[in-house]
């Protein structure tokens, strides 16, 4: 093997991979948390709301669950401006990614909220709770504590998706890598630093989602028990 490495254009090219980096950044953290809300709100439509409502729910679920990201991040794209509603590529990538993430938040904080046992709801009735404060106090935060692990994998498997959004030219780390590695031509160099960075996030946002799970659920914090 006489391959020679050479990274000698990282020293012109790392703003680029930085600037790539950030972006994906502020697209997966702007779709993860529009996505989770929009996913709680339907995991409560699909609990507590009615039978019509119920069914507008799952087929939402249904539908995202077994399409595949890119053709979402298509039909947001190319599909809207055949319609007449023009997107940048930024505000469809964060439209399909939010859509994406809401129904797979959908069924795991659903997951939560099923075992809140009944018990738990009769007792917020006798202390005078308001259904809002029941919600609030007595389903969501105890059943996010419950499925938080499996959130956080999902986000984390969110912002590795997101390198897809690089086929509609949104000019994240992978596009960037792209870019890079045309006008370079050093493929295994370009794509072995992209790789690592993508490592890098995933430490960096398991270790940020560690954090606020050891804020929010300060319970588990005094009882020494770990996320």
Not at 14 to 34: E, K, M, N, S, Y
Not at 52 to 65: K, T
Not at 167 to 175: F, G, K, P, R
Request: hydrophobic residues 55%; positive net charge.
């Amino acid at each position: 093997m006489s391959y020679k490495f050479d990274f000698a254009f990282m020293a012109d090219r790392w703003p680029d991979f930085v600037a790539g980096a950030w972006l994906t950044i502020q697209l997966t953290v702007l779709a993860i948390a529009l996505g989770f809300a929009l996913g709680t709100v339907c995991a409560l439509a699909r609990v507590y709301g009615g039978p019509v409502l119920r069914r507008l729910v799952g087929a939402y679920v249904e539908a995202i669950r077994n399409t595949p990201l890119l053709i979402q991040i298509f039909i947001v794209y190319f599909g809207l401006s055949s319609l007449g509603l023009k997107l940048s590529a930024d505000v469809s990538a964060v439209i399909a990614l939010t859509v994406n993430m809401g129904a797979y938040s959908t069924e795991i904080m659903r997951a939560g909220i099923q075992s809140i046992q009944r018990t738990q709801l009769e007792a917020a009735d006798c202390l005078g709770l308001t259904r809002l404060q029941t919600i609030l106090h007595v389903v969501l935060l105890p059943a996010m504590e419950r499925v938080y692990p499996a959130l956080s994998s999902q986000f984390v498997l969110l912002m590795l998706a997101s390198s897809i959004t690089s086929q509609i030219s949104v000019e994240e780390l992978t596009a960037t890598a792209s870019l890079v590695q045309s006008d370079t031509y050093r493929s295994f160099e370009v794509y072995l630093i992209v790789a690592v960075a993508y490592l890098a996030l995933s430490a960096l946002y398991r270790f940020s989602f560690w954090l606020i799970g050891r804020g929010l659920f300060a319970r588990k914090r005094r009882l020494g028990t770990s996320l």
